[in-house]
């Protein structure tokens, strides 16, 4: 029944910031998945017997790589695999579901917030038995496993019928085909006041949460209309589709915008979200008010208090380095740690294992807490629904009161996609080559304090990140960050972050481009944006 089957090694199976992505005609030629499923076991010790999840966020190509990955975690000695509905588990209930039920680790399948069809993004990643996703120096191992395999192994057994729950056995492997949603509709119930959010409804609180036909309608349904009353209605394209409906599942205000205008209309609801393809990432809008995933981290922070599984207080907050020093300012107030972290969520793994971080969030629209090891969409959202019922404020008035109490970070994020590779090297090479000078020099007025590469010592385990990203900073605090994506899937994508502070409460309604044009225009003069890549303006901005 088990067959080794004698395969060649692809070059090209580098996880990146978040597992490996790649076109699906690229995890459709001859046994690509199958290579990396296996580098994967290869990289991995001790799971004869053990459990392993499996799920995806519902994307093209989903239902093939599950019912590859069931068979080969049957002939590689699994001995048992969970397996969500439909192939579907959003990656903060994969991440729930490993933790609860002590499984070895996961398989994700997922390209997150990238398109979705026959010639768009599929993703495959491992978490671990903490349920968060494997550290560096494990997808190192994982790369090299890679580039040796020789060949994998694989069952031959029927296609798992995964669409109906229950228990069935599989060449000597149990499969599990569980409900995606309980385990997760059951933590979060644990963690907010259901009594209160419920009573918000009630009185007429209107709310519109878009799924983006992503993973999270599901969640979405079951969780705000079916448990909090919420009007049916109130989740929109809550049907995961395998293309996305041919649209982007990334919560911003380039692909929400729809959601972003009716928030922003005469008849807005009081509170907009929307969430990514595997659910991880969250998008805030409140009626008339945009919240900026930097703020939302630091707003969350400060209010956390206001919710039941937060009620004992914060250990710390841990934050990406390109995320905007808001939460800094939060942290300090309440007397906690910071840690700041290279962009990705396996960075905070270790900070929230040791229980030094409880809230960490991202710029790119991902906030997460210690209840899994993952960013959370719908936690975030649930959050910021408990804080909104327990002070009886807007949105937009617990977002100027932060403004006043802290000061604004004004922040923007512009991202010039599909550049090509070489150009976007040769700027990064040659912006590393000047970090020397740059010290001392003035830009457009500004003089610039400090600029290196980052790089992370991590508190816990000691390892080393280095060249996570380049900081430019200026004095008074504001400053521009470069770096490459590490989760595209064609060419380079440069990402350029900029951040302003500003005290001044009079000064806190500027729109958000104009307070920046300084730093903008800085930006482009320091690293020759547009003569490297050849673009005029970024392709998004948000
Ligand atoms: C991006 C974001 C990063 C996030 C990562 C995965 O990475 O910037 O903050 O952790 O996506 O998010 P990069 O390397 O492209 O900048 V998800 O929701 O796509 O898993
Ligand atoms: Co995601």
Redesign the pocket.
Known sequence: MIRTVPTKPYSDQKP???GLRKKVPVFQQEHYAENFIQSIFDALDGFKGKTLVIGGDGRFYNREVIQKAIAMAAANGFGKVMVGQGGILS?PAASHVIRKYKTFGGIIL?A???PGGPHEDFGIKYNAGNGGPAPEKLTDVIFEKTRAISSFKIADIDPIDIDTTGTVKAAGMTVEIIDPVADYAELMESLFDFDALRKLFKSGFRMRFDAMHAVTGPYAKEILENRLGAPIGTCRNFKPLPDFGGHHPDPNLVHAKHLYDEMMGPDAPDFGAAS?G?G??NLIIGKGIFVTPSDSVAMLAANARLAPGYKGGLKGIAR?MPTSGAADRVAEKLGIALYETP???KFFGNLLDADMATICG???A?TGSNHVRE?DGLWAVLLWLNILAARGESCKQIVAEHWANYGRNYYSRHDYEEVESDRANALVDELRAKLGALPGASVRGMTIASADDFAYHDPVDGSISEHQGIRVLFEGGSRVVF?L????TSGA?L?VYIERYESDKSRHDLDTQAALADLIAAADDIAGIHSHTGRPKPSVIT
Do not use: V
């Not at 994506?485 to 595209?488: E, P």
């Open positions: 990146g910031t978040s990656t997922s997150s917030h990238n990514d595997d991880d990432r990406s962009t990705g969520w991202e710029e790119s991902g960013k770096r994506s590490g989760t595209g994508t990402r």
